[in-house]
């Protein structure tokens, strides 16, 4: 067996199991250590695809920012980390239901996919100048500038509402 199919189901595995592990096992903190695995293995799925910037950016930005936020905010917060979650049958037979559903929806769309994309189109540009083309030297450019404005006027927003200071009324 050749190395590169090799490390692909070695990232596929890595994603299911420790997906696997994100959902049944019951220390919050060891779920937030598994989906740390999930996110970096999904990561390297992105670069078995070509798709260089999503592999950047699942690891700086969900990796990086959002799983750590997770931690701190589980480790800062005071209280029971172990609690008794009641789940009734009812719950449990949609959820499977769903859960079967979805995959046999994902089987069909795996099953009709072209694999040999690789093989027709020859040898791929990273995706990130394309990206950064598309944003900066085209229609995009505008949408971009106010999309980054309201996130600063959202960030402003957040930082006086958050202000813990006390007004006299005068």
Excluded at 5 to 14: C, E, I, K, R
Excluded at 83 to 88: D, F, I, P, R, S
Excluded at 112 to 126: A, D, I
């Amino acid at each position: 067996m050749e190395l590169k199919p090799l490390v692909f189901y070695v990232f596929a595995l890595l994603t299911i199991g420790s997906a696997v592990i994100v959902v049944t096992v019951r220390n919050i903190v060891h779920a937030a250590f598994s989906l740390m695995v999930t996110l970096f293995s999904i990561a390297g799925l992105y670069v078995f695809l070509q798709a260089d910037f999503l592999a950047a950016t699942q690891v700086i930005v969900y990796v990086g920012g959002i799983l750590v936020l997770i931690l701190f905010g589980v480790m800062m917060t005071s209280g029971r980390l172990d609690m008794k979650l009641k789940m009734e049958r009812g719950q449990l037979f949609w959820g499977g239901l769903v859960t079967i559903l979805i995959f046999a929806l994902l089987l069909g769309v795996i099953r009709r996919t072209p694999w040999n994309v690789q093989e027709e189109l020859g040898t791929v540009e990273g995706t990130t100048a394309q990206i950064g083309k598309a944003i900066l030297q085209s229609e995009f450019l505008l949408p971009f500038e106010v999309a980054s404005v309201i996130l600063l006027i959202a960030l402003i927003g957040a930082v006086l509402i958050s202000r813990k200071e006390v007004r006299e009324d005068e």
